[in-house]
C-alpha cells in the first residue's frame, strides 16, 4: 500500500499550489481522505479530510482558502490550496483512515514553502 504526495514547491504569499495524492496497493475509495501538515518542532496538524461521499471538514486556519477533493475511480485526493500564507508554510502529508483526521495509512510527504 502506498500513498504517492506531489506538487509541493516555492510559492509567493497570495500564491496558490495543487497537492496531489495517488493511492496504489488498495482501493481507498470507502476510506476517509486526510491532510495533515507539520513543521519542525511541531506535531503534526489535520489540514482537511473528505469523506468517500464528497463530505469535507477543514482546520479553522485554512478554511476558505483551501480546498479538498478526491477522484474514486483515480484512487487520488487533491489539495486546491489558494491565497497562501508563510505560516502555511509546511511539509503536507496525506493519508486515508476511517475517521476524520485519523490515519490508517500515510504517504510520504511534500514541502510547500510560502515566501513572504
Known amino acids: 500500500v502506498q500513498l504517492q504526495a506531489s506538487g509541493g514547491g516555492l510559492v509567493q504569499t497570495g500564491g496558490s499550489l495543487r497537492l496531489s495524492c495517488a493511492a496504489s496497493g488498495r482501493y481507498f475509495g470507502p476510506y476517509i481522505m486526510n491532510w495533515f501538515r507539520q513543521t519542525p518542532g511541531k506535531e503534526r496538524e489535520f489540514v482537511a479530510a473528505?469523506?468517500?461521499?464528497?463530505?469535507?471538514y477543514y482546520a479553522d486556519s485554512v478554511k476558505g482558502r483551501f480546498t479538498i477533493s478526491r477522484d474514486n475511480p483515480k484512487n487520488a485526493v487533491y489539495l486546491q490550496m489558494n491565497s497562501l500564507k508563510p505560516e502555511d508554510t509546511a511539509v503536507y502529508y496525506c493519508?486515508?483512515?476511517?475517521?476524520?483526521?485519523?490515519?490508517?495509512?500515510w504517504g510520504q510527504g511534500t514541502l510547500v514553502t510560502v515566501s513572504s
Open positions: 473528505i469523506r468517500s461521499g464528497g463530505s469535507t
Open positions: 493519508g486515508a483512515g476511517l475517521q476524520v483526521g485519523g490515519n490508517v495509512y
